[in-house]
């Protein structure tokens, strides 16, 4: 039973990951790359049990080190697609700042 | 409450922040709330995680997420727009690093009786798709910085080194699911992987980036997928699937846009190059770039093409200021943007967005094809295969059938290069022998100064 769960979970996710990608326009392609990098930087919640519970020293050690790269990816990803997107101007606001 | 419960009620909440947060990014307009939308999800999936009761100790943790976050805050904060495609190079591969290490610590808990069967071998998975990511994306990430070359490196003898490393890969998904745990064969399973990303890469092309940084954008998503599973814990389940879905949809904007199979791509280096089908006629007439002022300033519509060379010699800025000029000479000024232009999927549209260029202006191919006769100037910057009509008209051409902005149709054409010589894919461009072309030699950030200041006289 757990295993169809799991399956269901996988191909809603698939199937709605294509429909919202689909609509991202061609002009927002990077910022999505490095969005996306900060969203895979999820692992860093499964990094967080390893890195805090009580198991091998081994455990903790690949657990930290987990932590330290999803968190990389999850703060740098966020704040350089920030960045960027704070760049994208229409006609209308950056007839404004001039 | 039961706190699993809470946990995993928090897990459904940044679900939602994440696809609203990507829903938002379908519009230049909301795309920035997206973003933040989506942060704020993964900040609440991870505060609350810290309550779990099995989270026992918190230095480790604080630590760590200072150490990434700091180094995170930094990278983002000094990288300039023209390196972004090393940049996501190098999340790619931290990505697929956190989910190699993920994968293999949860085979290292204390009690080993618990893992079955089918977890040891989904974390065998995540192990080899992490360490394809991670060795991948480095190499991309030398290519791209220019710290390895980045033509394509091959070696005799490499095919069958592939196929080896396949068949051991397979090999030990039996050994590892039939034979006692021991952590030794997934020690070897990172040294295949390691091995087999680099493989992969180095046999890739300059021109061909933009489909490898988008394929490992997915692997990187699909890791954090197979990590979630071997851990059993859904919001990496559902936030790796989302990216590995946006991942693959790039992928296959770039192969369509460049008219090849994924596998094409992969393997190109290995392919010979193809003779040219029909000898290419007329001269080339180069023009100074005062003179081309002439002609701009006499221009009603200009459209302009960049390329990677715009990017390397960092011309966005001039580019802008000339078209500020040519604005208020009257002319009207539109952007045509290739998807595969520079080195990764929308990299000339934020070059151009940190200069200023309203995002309005910047059109499609398929947008802007369609009106090309009726622009009295192309400027072409530092492109070079995404305009060439060869793709066209020349059958025994290697980019033959690739679609391509038709510059050539505009009633003049100008070229700012530093060379008549060919492009990444080391095809003669026809465009450059065209009646309406004219070459204007040299640094083209130096041609469009030397532009604008003639405007100011």
């Known amino acids: 039973m757990e295993f169809i769960y799991l399956a269901f979970i996988l191909v809603l996710a698939a199937f709605l990951g294509f429909e919202l990608i689909n609509k991202v326009p061609a002009t927002l392609h990077t910022p999505l790359m490095s969005g996306a990098n900060a969203i895979s930087g999820v692992t860093l919640i499964g990094a967080l049990v390893s890195a805090g519970s009580d198991n091998t020293e081994l455990t903790t050690w690949l657990g930290f080190a987990a932590v330290v790269f999803a968190s990389i990816n999850v703060v740098g990803g966020y704040l350089v697609t920030d960045r960027m997107l704070s760049m994208f101007k229409s006609k209308q606001n950056s007839s404004d700042t001039k | ?457």
């Open chain 2, 1 to 457: 409450m039961d706190t699993v419960l809470i946990v995993n009620f928090s897990y459904v909440i940044a679900a939602i922040f994440f696809i609203v947060g990507l829903k938002l990014l379908s519009h230049p307009a909301t795309a920035k709330r997206g973003n933040l939308v989506s942060a704020v999800g993964m900040f609440i999936a991870v505060v609350v995680t810290l309550i779990r009761q099995d989270i026992l100790s918190y230095e480790w943790i604080a630590a760590g997420i200072v150490l990434g976050g700091a180094i995170g805050a930094w990278l983002a904060k000094r990288v300039e727009m023209t390196e972004m495609p090393e940049l996501v190079s190098l999340f790619n591969g931290f990505g697929g690093l956190a989910s190699l290490l993920l994968g293999l610590s949860s085979l290292t808990i204390s009690d080993a009786s618990d893992l079955h069967v089918a977890l040891l071998v989904i974390a065998y998975f995540s192990i080899l798709i992490g360490g394809i990511t991670f060795s991948g994306s480095i190499v991309a990430w030398g290519k791209l910085g220019g710290t390895m070359p980045s033509r394509a490196l091959i070696f005799p003898g490499m095919r069958w080194l592939y196929a080896l490393i396949i068949l051991g890969a397979l090999a030990l998904v039996v050994v590892v699911a039939t034979q006692p745990f021991d952590m030794k064969w997934f020690y070897i399973a990172i040294g295949l992987a390691l091995v087999f990303g680099i493989l992969a890469t180095i046999p890739i092309g300059g021109a061909d980036m933009p489909v490898v940084i988008s394929l490992l954008n997915s692997y990187s998503g699909i890791a954090a997928t197979a990590a979630g599973i071997a851990i059993q814990n859904n919001i990496l389940i559902v936030a790796g699937l989302l990216v590995g879905a946006s991942g693959i949809i790039l992928t296959q904007i770039m192969c369509k846009a460049m008219n090849r199979s994924l596998m094409n791509i992969l393997l190109s280096g290995f392919s010979k190059p193809i003779e040219q089908g029909a000898k290419i006629e007329g001269e080339i007439k180069a023009l100074s770039a005062e003179d081309a002022f002439y002609v701009l300033e006499a221009a009603q519509s200009v459209v302009v093409i960049p390329g990677y060379g715009m990017a390397v010699a960092q011309a966005q800025h001039a580019v802008k200021e000339l078209q500020s000029l040519l604005e208020a000479n009257g002319a009207e000024v539109a952007y045509a943007i290739h998807p595969v232009a520079g080195r990764m999927p929308g990299h000339m549209n934020v070059l151009l967005a940190e200069a200023d260029v309203p995002y309005e202006q910047l059109y499609e191919m398929d947008a802007i094809n369609p009106r090309m006769d009726s622009f009295d100037v192309a400027i072409i910057i530092g492109a070079n295969d995404v305009v060439n009509p060869a793709a066209k008209e020349m059958k025994g051409s290697p980019i033959y059938g690739m679609p391509i902005i038709e510059a050539h149709r505009a009633r003049n054409v100008f070229v700012l290069k530093r060379s008549a010589s060919a492009g990444f894919a080391g095809v003669d461009n026809p465009l450059f022998f065209k009646d309406n072309t004219r070459m204007v030699f040299g640094d083209a950030k130096d041609t469009l100064n030397t532009v604008i200041r003639e405007f100011g006289d």
